[in-house]
C-alpha cells in the first residue's frame, strides 16, 4: 500500500543583496520512491510562474542536517543550531533557501516512520524506473 505525505513549511531565499525572502514549500514523500524526498514551490515563487519540484535522496537530507553534504544539484548544510541551508543548482542559475531545521527533522522521521532506512524496496524501485525509461519501445 503506497503512503504519501505533505508537510507544508517555510523557506527563506536568500538574494545576492543577503536579503531574505519568505517562500511557501511543501515537503512531500511517498513510500512508492521510498529512497526520495520532494520539495514542491508553489507558482508565485518561481521565476517563469509555474509549480517546481526537487527531488533528491532521503539520505542527502539526513546527511546534510548534521554536517554539509551534497553534490551536482543539490547541496545542504547546517546553518547553526535551527536553520539548514539548501541550494539548488540549475540552468537557470542557484536558489539558495533557509529551512527551519526542527521542521525537516520533523518531516525526516515521518518518513522513517513510513519506511525505515534500510527497509526500501529497491526492486519495486528499478522495476518502475525501468519501466519508465523503456516505456513505448
Given at each position: ?34 529512497l526520495a524526498v520532494f520539495i514542491d ?15 533528491f535522496a532521503r539520505s542527502l537530507l ?76
Open positions: 500500500m503506497d503512503t504519501t505525505f505533505e508537510q507544508p513549511t517555510r523557506a527563506s531565499l536568500v538574494t545576492p543583496e543577503d536579503r531574505e525572502v519568505p517562500v511557501p514549500a511543501t515537503l512531500r514523500y511517498t513510500s512508492e520512491d521510498p514551490f508553489p507558482p508565485e515563487s518561481t521565476l517563469d510562474g509555474a509549480c517546481v519540484t526537487w527531488t539526513d546527511d546534510g542536517l548534521s554536517a554539509p553534504a551534497g553534490r551536482g544539484d543539490v547541496h545542504i548544510w547546517p546553518c547553526g543550531r535551527t536553520r539548514t541551508v539548501l541550494e539548488f543548482h540549475s540552468p537557470y542559475g542557484l536558489a539558495l533557501l533557509q529551512f527551519d531545521t526542527p521542521a525537516l527533522r520533523r518531516f525526516l522521521l515521518r518518513t522513517y516512520a513510513v519506511v525505515p532506512a534500510g527497509q526500501e524496496d529497491l526492486g519495486a524501485v528499478v522495476e518502475r524506473g525501468l519501466s519508465a525509461l523503456f516505456d513505448g519501445v
